[in-house]
């Protein structure tokens, strides 16, 4: 693990966005997490750790 390590995750509300993000918040990483669907990032980060994740929705 690296120490200060930020990285970003599109498409973070889905399935397989999620289990990427869960794998960086494991291994101490502060995660910024991006997608188009508003809801799925709100649900996402009121169940994670809120101290090492950020979340906003895009639309492109």
């Known amino acids: 693990m690296k120490d ?3 990285v970003v995750v599109t498409g973070a509300g889905g399935g397989i966005g999620r289990k990427i993000v869960d794998r960086f ?3 101490g990483d502060r995660v910024i997490c991006l997608d188009r669907a508003r809801s799925s990032l709100e649900e996402l980060s009121a169940s994670r ?3 090492h994740l950020l979340s906003t ?3 492109i």
Do not use: E, P, Q, T
Request: proline share 0%; with cysteine; hydrophobic share 40%.
């Open 25 to 27: 918040l494991a291994n």
């Open 49 to 51: 750790n809120a101290g």
């Open 4 to 6: 200060g390590r930020v």
């Open 57 to 59: 929705s895009c639309v």
